[in-house]
């Protein structure tokens, strides 16, 4: 059904109906526990025309004396009843399932090729679970690889995927209904939940699907639907935004950070790695991410931070030093990307302070000195040109991308090319570079040295672990505990990150 228009109400902030309108067959609702979303149902139920709520987690477990050929019922009962309001209607849909069938096949022509109701529902179901359902002495009962059982042995999914495709397939289909289904995935795994309602959706096109849910991944699965956050509940109103595509952020890691009401830091690495590990010892009151590349992290806060009228919150972005001009920096720290004050994140675990409290522990503060002397003679000197040359190249690259070429003219391009050499001045460049390392080597000054010294390793490196006597695994180990448990110490190691407090 191409350019269908489905027309529903929401309640507005007066909690009066507001009338909406989309050209996709499925709305997803999206709240927290307490954010009154059966009442959002009930509400949508009475205030919407040719409603059908389906509550999962109201459903209690199918008869076992069901019976599908209820030909006295046939005879007294209407094709549908809107029983929405009976706690559990398994049977009563059943039936109602069949009587419809006995009307189709009754009133068909037979001379044109012809599906019922309950021909959908045994293909529907199949396409589903991947198992074949049929019927045997008017019962139900599956047919898989290796067994075959009827209804008082079908699973609670089953018991489930059977009610809901018949429920589904009993609505009229006269005028637009709409479906309002709460908590859509309960009892039923991913995988099927989304299979069921793809296929579904695709049956019923002349019906409109609301899911109202808390589960964000069954939300962020439904890739063509409209979306609604609900932001708050006074226990009388609601209080909704709609949720934007973004092309930047995936919408899965969106909604999760809807769903957790805090604000957000945005990191470099995995969730196994060195940042997310000091990260969540010093920010333990933001929802860290961990995004991988520092691109990603500058993507995802801009992105998070463009919908703070939707969630309210802020996020910021944290990423190391590298070789980033003070130019760069502060055009980071404007879009709300902090850069550390050493060069990588690697070297907070290096920091004198940090180096200090471990040795501390074993009452060898006397080594500090001949560690930092190690750090500078041993591994700063040793790759004192390579650190320069990437450092210049760092900052070259940097040069070159702020060059505009979206020029009017061959020729103002062909000038602003030739001006390269001369903006980029590579020689003073390369002194000031050079002047600045070996300054720092020079001074011996340490915490120069970590602001500027890109290697990695250097935390695991075997002579500096033998002058604190520790392992790697058992440093870094350490260090963790001694952040959580030393006030006075994590202090002193914020001020290198220099995030602003909220």
Known sequence: MENKQYIYNLPNESNEKQKLETNTNSIIIVGANGSGKSKLGAWMGKNNNHTHIIASKRLTYISENLSIWLE??????????????TQ???????????????KELCSRDKNKPFKTRIDYLFEIFNKVTQKEL??????????????????????????LI?????????????????????????????????????????????????????????????????KFWIKSYNGEKWEFEQISTNEIMP??????????????????????????????????????????????VIQYTKAFNDQSALHGFKAYGIIDRDYRS??????????????????????????ECIVLAVLKQSGRENKFEEIKNYLFEEKFKNCLEKQILENLKSEIKHKLNTIDINLKTSDKIKEKINSIEEFIN???????????????????????????????????????????????????KEVLKLLKENKKLRKEVLKYINLPEI
């Open 72 to 85: 006295t019922d046939v005879q007294k009962q209407d094709d549908y009843t809107d029983i929405k309001n």
């Open 88 to 102: 559990d209607d398994y049977d009563d849909t059943i039936s109602i399932l069949f009587r419809q069938q006995i």
């Open 134 to 159: 049929n019927i045997n002495k008017n019962r139900f009962c599956i047919n898989s690889k290796d067994k075959s059982y009827d209804l008082t042995n079908f699973s609670r999914g089953e018991e």
């Open 162 to 226: 059977l009610y809901l495709i018949s429920k589904i397939l009993t609505i009229p289909n006269n005028e637009q209904q709409i479906i309002i289904i709460d908590e859509p995935e309960l009892h039923l795994h991913p995988s099927l939940t989304n299979r069921l309602w793809d296929i579904l959706e695709k049956h019923r096109q002349d019906c409109l699907f609301i899911y109202i849910t808390h589960d964000l991944n069954f939300a962020s699965s439904r890739t063509n639907s409209d």
């Open 251 to 296: 919408q899965e890691l969106f909604l999760k950070l809807l769903g957790t009401r805090r604000n957000v830091l945005f990191i470099e690495g995995k969730n196994n790695s060195l940042d997310f590990k000091i990260y969540s010892v010093l920010y333990p009151q933001y929802q860290i991410i961990t995004c991988g590349s520092c691109e990603k």
């Open 326 to 351: 003070q130019n760069e920096i502060n055009a980071l720290m404007n879009k709300d990307i902090n850069v550390l004050k050493v060069a990588e994140v690697e070297n907070l675990f290096l920091l």
């Open 426 to 476: 590579f020689d003073d460049l390369h002194k000031n570079i050079s002047n600045k390392f070996n300054s720092v080597y020079k001074e011996k000054n340490y915490n120069e040295l970590l602001k500027v010294f890109n290697k990695k390793e250097i935390y695991k490196d075997n002579g500096f672990l033998n002058k604190v006597g520790r392992t790697e695994e058992s440093y870094i």
